[in-house]
């Protein structure tokens, strides 16, 4: 049985099709917003990830291509501005690790703040790079090797 508050209140749950105009309304795109990230997806959760099929399984695909050019990180980033780092919650556009300022504030992030790679015995492995989003970077560009990463952000300060 529909409950007549949540069909007014989250139509895109109950129907292929939002009313006309619904996304216009910037209360109607944080609520959608806030319903797909926290209460169906966890995004504070470790390990999270969205992607353009979660907005498709929940009938939210229209308001990702409409609002944000079928960008999950641009509705991120309008949902938690600066909360998340582009790659962290989903795949990164297409060409976005062309950019060398992209591939070395991603690298610092991850030697820096998530894995402190200057305290004694820390061993980076392609583990932590796949567990923080960024093994496709691993791969394509440092062939795989967690030392051609090191040496591009900290040139011969680490032996392999």
Do not use: Q
Request: hydrophobic share 35%.
């Amino acid at each position: 049985m529909y409950n007549i508050e949540t069909i007014y209140d989250k139509p895109w749950i109950h129907f292929d099709r939002v009313p006309r105009g619904y996304w216009e309304d910037d209360n109607n795109v944080r609520k959608a917003l806030k319903w797909l990230f926290e209460e169906k997806l966890d995004i504070f959760k470790e390990g999270t990830t969205i992607s353009i099929d979660d907005f498709k399984n929940n009938n939210l695909i229209g308001l990702l291509i409409g609002i944000f050019d079928g960008s999950p990180i641009k509705a991120i980033e309008y949902m938690y501005p600066g909360k998340f780092k582009p790659w962290e919650k989903c795949s990164t556009p297409k060409g976005y690790w062309n950019n060398d300022d992209n591939i070395r504030n991603a690298l610092k992030w991850l030697f820096e703040e998530k894995l402190d790679i200057f305290k004694d015995g820390t061993i980076i492995t392609t583990k932590d790079f796949k567990d923080n989003n960024l093994y496709g970077l691993l791969h394509n560009h440092f062939n795989g090797s967690t030392y051609e990463a090191i040496d591009y952000i900290y040139p011969d300060m680490f032996k392999p």
